[in-house]
């Protein structure tokens, strides 16, 4: 397997772009980030991606942040996104991880934690301190009602955290920073819920919604419906850097 960056071989750029497009709920594809078509090409550097047998069976993408673990943490990923740059207007910095995706033949490959170690070595590379991550967990959508801040302590038989992707953050080393409450928020007229997730939405309130992490809220009167998804941030220093 092939470790590279879309600045190396820009014509991964329409695979990768696909692969992000398929990994996510349909609704989630219509979130509030703009400028994210940026990372295929501005940031290219450091989009990481893993190719096996010509193919693209995993990526990272991340953008390159002004900021520290002295700051507050960013409120929602559209900020993030929107203020990136390179190089940086400040003198420290890190990187933000925004995704990291796996080919659904290629998962059960510890192919995310292998990308998580990729992206902290990548920051150590431009002189970063390291990864900040909204981390998005795995199975919170298989209980939409539970808070985040509840569900993101939650621990198996064994005494590890319960949800996948935070226990390779914590076993990686990550250092949990708190909840970031809408990480990414997504409205829409009732009929485009409708469409996005072949419901049909006839009363007002919460709704759940497959794949989404908590419920999505409808307004009838407004002809309205808005989700605010919770993700949990880490950080993951990048050794010897700071």
């Known amino acids: 397997m092939k470790t590279?960056?879309?600045?190396?071989?820009?014509?991964?750029?329409?695979?990768?772009?696909?692969?992000?497009?398929?990994?996510?709920?349909?609704?989630?594809?219509?979130?509030?980030?703009?400028?994210?078509?940026?990372?295929?090409?501005?940031?290219?550097?450091?989009?990481?991606?893993?190719?096996?047998?010509?193919?693209?069976?995993?990526?990272?993408l991340t953008v390159p942040c002004s900021w520290n673990p002295d700051l507050p943490v960013p409120r929602t990923i559209d900020e993030v996104v929107w203020g990136a740059r390179w190089p940086l207007t400040a003198p420290r910095g890190i990187l933000c991880a925004l995704a990291a995706l796996v080919a659904p033949d290629s998962r059960g490959r510890r192919l995310s934690r292998q990308l998580v170690?990729?992206?902290?070595?990548?920051?150590g590379r431009h002189g970063l301190m390291g990864v900040?991550?909204?981390?998005?967990?795995?199975?919170?959508?298989?209980f939409p009602e539970q808070p985040m801040e509840a569900y993101c302590v939650r621990r198996n038989a064994a005494g590890s955290l319960y949800d996948p992707w935070l226990r390779v953050h914590d076993e990686l080393g990550g250092h949990c920073l708190g909840i970031c409450e809408a990480?990414?928020?997504?409205?829409?007229?009732?009929?485009?819920?409708?469409?996005?997730?072949?419901?049909?939405?006839?009363?007002?309130?919460?709704?759940?919604?497959?794949?989404?992490?908590?419920?999505?809220?409808?307004?009838?009167?407004?002809?309205?419906?808005?989700?605010?998804?919770?993700?949990?941030?880490?950080?993951?220093?990048?050794r010897g850097r700071y």
């Open 4 to 60: 590279t960056t879309l600045f190396s071989v820009p014509s991964l750029a329409t695979s990768v772009e696909q692969l992000n497009d398929s990994a996510w709920p349909e609704f989630l594809l219509h979130a509030d980030v703009r400028n994210w078509s940026s990372l295929y090409s501005t940031f290219a550097e450091f989009q990481i991606v893993l190719v096996e047998h010509e193919r693209v069976v995993a990526a990272g």
């Open 117 to 123: 170690k990729c992206m902290v070595e990548l920051a």
């Open 132 to 142: 900040l991550a909204p981390v998005r967990p795995t199975h919170k959508h298989k």
């Open 183 to 238: 990480a990414l928020t997504v409205r829409g007229t009732v009929a485009e819920w409708e469409r996005w997730t072949g419901q049909t939405f006839n009363r007002n309130g919460g709704h759940v919604v497959p794949g989404a992490l908590v419920p999505v809220v409808i307004e009838l009167e407004a002809d309205m419906g808005s989700y605010r998804e919770p993700n949990v941030w880490y950080f993951h220093e990048a």
